[in-house]
């Protein structure tokens, strides 16, 4: 039995999504919509935030405690025109993350 057609959805089967194919958005067009929200809020992305992070690692002096550098990181995004209140939800974001998975 070489036939495909037991493959394919029924006609008559209900659609799960809520608008029509033709109208519904692609991938990317959904991923463009929520950087340009991001923009807008002035929230950094976390890769953006992880390697805020890791350039302050990296400019610290040896003996800089954990506050230091995430203080540093911090500025570094506000300095370059990232929302304070964002960048403070991201990592509250990150950390509940962790926390959760460890």
């Given at each position: 039995?070489?036939?495909?057609?037991?493959?394919?959805?029924?006609?008559?089967?209900?659609?799960?999504?809520?608008?029509?194919?033709?109208?519904?958005?692609?991938?990317a067009?959904?991923?463009?919509?929520?950087?340009?929200?991001?923009?807008?809020?002035?929230?950094?992305?976390?890769?953006?935030?992880?390697?805020?992070?890791?350039?302050?690692?990296?400019?610290?002096?040896?003996?800089?405690?954990l506050?230091?550098?995430?203080?540093?990181?911090?500025?570094?995004?506000?300095?370059?025109?990232?929302?304070?209140?964002?960048?403070?939800?991201?990592?509250?974001?990150?950390?509940?993350?962790?926390?959760?998975?460890?």
């Amino acid at each position: 039995m070489s036939n495909a057609s037991h493959l394919e959805r029924a006609a008559t089967r209900p659609r799960s999504a809520t608008s029509a194919p033709e109208a519904a958005a692609t991938g990317a067009e959904r991923t463009a919509a929520w950087r340009l929200a991001n923009d807008r809020r002035g929230r950094p992305e976390a890769d953006v935030v992880g390697m805020a992070l890791l350039s302050s690692v990296v400019r610290q002096r040896p003996n800089a405690t954990l506050v230091d550098v995430v203080h540093a990181a911090i500025e570094d995004l506000v300095g370059r025109g990232f929302d304070r209140e964002q960048v403070h939800g991201v990592f509250r974001r990150w950390r509940r993350r962790v926390k959760k998975n460890s």
